[in-house]
Structure formats: structure tokens, C-alpha cells
């Protein structure tokens, strides 16, 4: 069955970087669009970049264009989301979503905190 999991959040102060891994099982990416979502406390939960990876286009939200880039690893069959510049407002549980015969899947979610 398809499972997303998702690692490497933690705590980080404003300006650094951090790089999320969303590892695939039950499908390969190379016929998939994978997208990195976010939900920070008390709001609801916001797109922040996703990947064909049939043809490698990319798109991000405008918060994050220029900061965090979206790569997929097909040998890994993981899907990574660098961070750099982080912000406070970045504060959130990062989620990978993928959709696959007309069902959505996401996975459990990883906590990045960014605060000096």
C-alpha cells in the first residue's frame, strides 16, 4: 500500500537550513506529483511546493519561492524539501502528499520549530 514518512524536522533559529525527507513505499516517484504541505499552529494547512517528476517542473508557494527547493531521488524513491533562510513563521508540521487513483495520501508529518 502506498505510506509517506517523513523525517529530519527539528529546532532551528532564524537563517538556517534544514532539509525534510519524505521516503515512498507502495509506488515509485518517477510517475508521480509529490507535494510538500505545512500547518502551522491554529492555522489550516497550506501548499509549500510541489514536483512532477515525469518532467521535473517545479512550483512553490510565494512565502517560500527563493528559499526552499523540491527534489525527488528516484533511486531512493524520496522526495526532499531544502529549507534555507528559515523564518519564524516557518514554524509548522511539514507534510508530503501524493495523490494516486483518484485516492490522496499523506503522511504522518514532521515538526519544524524555527525560534532564537
Known amino acids: 500500500q502506498v505510506r509517506l514518512v517523513e523525517s529530519g524536522g527539528g529546532l532551528v533559529q532564524p537563517g538556517e537550513s534544514l532539509r525534510l525527507s519524505c521516503a515512498a513505499s507502495?509506488?515509485?516517484?518517477?510517475?508521480?506529483?509529490m507535494n510538500w504541505y505545512r500547518q502551522a499552529p491554529g492555522k489550516e494547512r497550506e501548499f509549500v511546493a510541489l514536483?512532477?517528476?515525469?518532467?521535473?517542473?517545479?512550483h512553490y508557494a510565494d512565502s517560500v519561492k527563493g528559499r526552499f527547493t523540491i527534489t525527488i531521488d528516484n533511486a531512493k524513491n524520496t522526495v526532499y524539501l531544502q529549507m534555507r533562510s528559515l523564518k519564524c513563521e516557518g514554524t509548522a508540521v511539514y507534510y508530503c502528499?501524493?495523490?494516486?487513483?483518484?485516492?490522496?495520501?499523506w503522511g504522518q508529518g514532521t515538526q519544524v520549530t524555527v525560534s532564537s
Open positions: 502528499r501524493t495523490g494516486r487513483l483518484g485516492a490522496i495520501y
Open positions: 514536483i512532477s517528476s515525469a518532467g521535473g517542473s517545479t
Open positions: 507502495g509506488f515509485t516517484l518517477s510517475s508521480a506529483v
